[in-house]
Every structure is written in C-alpha cells, then in structure tokens.
C-alpha cells in the first residue's frame, strides 16, 4: 500500500517508477534515484542542464507566500548540484471562483523572486479546474546550465569528507507550523519565541547556501521529507558510504524546539527543506564554513562520510542505526492544525 500523504516509499520507487524510465538515453548523467534533487544532461563542450521538478499544494498558510515558496523549493533543487538556477515553466492551477487579486498576488511573488533570483519564466500553463480545494503548483520546472566539473549531487560524497549543515534541523516544519497554529501556539510559548519560529518559513530556500557552498564541496542534498536524518542517510546510501554523525553537534535553535515540543515530533527526522547538507574533504571544510558565516548562514560540521556503518551517535553515546524515514511526522502535526 502506498503511503497516505507524502512522497512514495522508496519500496514503490524501486518497485513502479525505476524500472520504467522511458527511452535510455547516453546523455542523461543523473536521473531518478533515491536523494537526488534534479538531474543532469549532457551538453556539448563540457556542459550540462540540470532540471529539476515539484509540485507545491496550496496549503492555507502558505497561501500569502506561495508564490514565494513555488519558486525557492523548486529553485534549490537546481542549486543543490551546484548549477545556477536559470530558466522557469509553471502550471498553475487555481479551483473555481479563484479572484483575479488571488492569481495578481501569486504570480507577483513568483515574478519578483525569478527576477531577484535572475531567473527567467519562460513558458507554462496556468487554468481553473474543479476538484481542488486551493491554488496548487501542478509542477514548476527549473532548469540551469553550466559546466559538468561543477556538479555536486548527493553520490560524490567521499570516504573522509566532513558532513556540514546549515541553518540546524526542521526548519520547514518550524515555520510552517508555527504560521499555520499561530493562535494555539500564542497561548503556550513566549511571544518571542512564536515571532522566531514564524520567521523561519522564509528560511525555507537553499538556494544562497548552496551557491555560496558549491565551490568547496562535493556533494550536496536538501533535506526535505524525513528531516535531516533522513537526508543524511540518502547522502550517503547514494554515494555508497558509511557516515557517522554526533547529536551533541546538531544545534536545534530554541524555537524549533519549542515548536516540535509542542506537536510532540522528532525535529531531526521532521521535514527541513532549507536545511542543505554538505559534505567536503577536510581541507575545505573550514573554508566552506567561514564564507557561509561572512554570509550570515549558520552553518555546522556535525560528522564525517566513512567507509562503515550509517549512524548517529547520540547524546547518551549510543549509536543507533539511520535507516530511510517511512512516514515524515510533520504531516500528522500539520494536519491536526485543521481539525474542525
């Protein structure tokens, strides 16, 4: 059975999906695998394309921001293989009785952050259709070119390379939470720590990290559903290694605590999209992490890429086992926000 919200299971993936890929064609560098982002094709001269696809529903708090979050999730799924995003289509669909001021204030946020982004739109769909409940992205397309030794995708990581994130764990599920239960919230947690936890939804893009990090690393993964954890563990099952991470090292800020506390769910395996994971050979590393402090993007190396087990190490010293994350628990928690 599949699951009920969310992405597929890798289970389904490797089941219905990877073995029908179409026409095999030599010019594909990267296609559809577990923990990759986009992927690659190869151009003349030494170049490539690299594409990448999402959707985005319209889930009521996302809605004055949506044009935003259309463009940034899709955006950092370029980023993270370390090619600049460029080129945009988008199908937009809106369900009846949508007003015009809805469709001005989405394609007005997705216009100005192409534009702050340099990235031009250039085709898509956009139309009413009956059966949805909000605006929802059917699918954006960002495609971005540049050159084939600039690639870094979640399989370069290498045996001795340092594991560095930004930004710490479950910073989608902080911000969106906290927009989406704004009122429950005000009534448990300090005023200042909901404004801080609010705040994080715009911290929902990798775009910036990734194209401050791409110089010095050599693989990159953004950690979307399953959190962090989950993130890691596609990093290195895609790059055939071992990894060891400490939580004594993963930094949670104090809001992200305060809201996964709240919902009573795991951050380090809640979804994180603008968490981006790195992984660079050791005399990268600190380079890596002083240009992503010159840029004000917190940034940690929480472990090391091996040739052994997958595993945390936890605050106890226990290691325990990373396996893929089946059921992301953000969703149960969003969606309780809309009960009655």
């Known amino acids: 059975m599949l699951p009920q919200i969310g992405k597929i299971d890798r289970a389904s993936f490797d089941r219905t999906i990877f073995p029908r890929l179409g026409h095999s064609d030599a010019s594909v560098l990267i296609g559809p695998q577990h923990g990759v982002d986009a992927a690659a094709i190869e151009l003349p001269d030494g170049n490539v394309m690299v594409v990448a696809e999402d959707p985005t529903f319209g889930m009521p708090v996302l809605m004055p921001h949506f044009g935003w979050a259309i463009v940034h999730i899709c955006a950092s799924d370029v980023a993270v293989l370390g090619i600049k995003p460029r080129y945009m289509t988008i199908c937009l669909m809106l369900p009846p009785g949508t007003e015009e001021s809805v469709l001005e204030?989405?394609?007005?946020?997705?216009?100005?952050?192409?534009?702050?982004?340099?990235?031009?739109?250039?085709?898509?769909?956009?139309?009413?259709?009956?059966?949805?409940?909000?605006?929802?992205?059917?699918?954006?397309?960002?495609?971005?070119?540049?050159?084939?030794?600039?690639?870094?995708?979640?399989?370069?990581?290498?045996?001795?390379?340092?594991?560095?994130?930004?930004?710490?764990?479950?910073?989608?599920?902080?911000?969106?939470?906290?927009?989406?239960?704004?009122?429950?919230?005000?009534?448990?947690?300090p005023p200042d720590t909901l404004r801080k936890a609010m705040s994080r939804f715009h911290e929902m893009t990798v775009v910036e990290d990734a194209m401050i990090a791409a110089p010095h690393?050599?693989?990159?993964?953004?950690?979307?559903?399953?959190?962090?954890?989950?993130?890691?563990?596609?990093?290195?099952?895609?790059?055939?290694?071992?990894?060891?991470?400490?939580?004594?090292?993963?930094?949670?800020?104090?809001?992200?605590?305060?809201?996964?506390?709240?919902?009573?769910?795991?951050?380090?395996?809640?979804?994180?999209e603008g968490t981006l994971v790195i992984t660079a050979s050791p005399d990268k590393a600190d380079g890596l992490l002083n240009a992503l402090e010159r840029r004000d993007i917190p940034a940690w190396d929480i472990g090391e890429i091996t040739d052994g087990e997958r595993v945390m190490v936890d605050n106890q010293g226990n290691r325990k086992t990373l396996s893929p994350v089946a059921v992301d628990p953000f969703w149960n928690a969003y969606f309780s926000t809309l009960e009655g």
């Open 105 to 189: 204030s989405i394609w007005g946020q997705v216009h100005e952050e192409c534009e702050r982004l340099e990235i031009a739109i250039v085709g898509g769909h956009t139309g009413i259709y009956p059966g949805i409940g909000y605006p929802l992205n059917g699918g954006c397309t960002v495609m971005g070119i540049g050159k084939k030794s600039q690639l870094t995708p979640p399989c370069n990581a290498r045996i001795g390379d340092r594991v560095i994130i930004t930004k710490g764990p479950a910073v989608q599920t902080t911000g969106t939470l906290a927009l989406q239960a704004e009122a429950a919230l005000a009534k448990a947690l």
């Open 217 to 272: 690393a050599n693989a990159m993964h953004d950690a979307t559903e399953g959190g962090l954890l989950n993130g890691i563990y596609e990093v290195a099952a895609a790059s055939g290694t071992g990894v060891t991470v400490y939580e004594d090292r993963i930094v949670i800020p104090e809001e992200t605590s305060a809201i996964c506390a709240y919902f009573q769910i795991d951050p380090l395996i809640s979804i994180s």
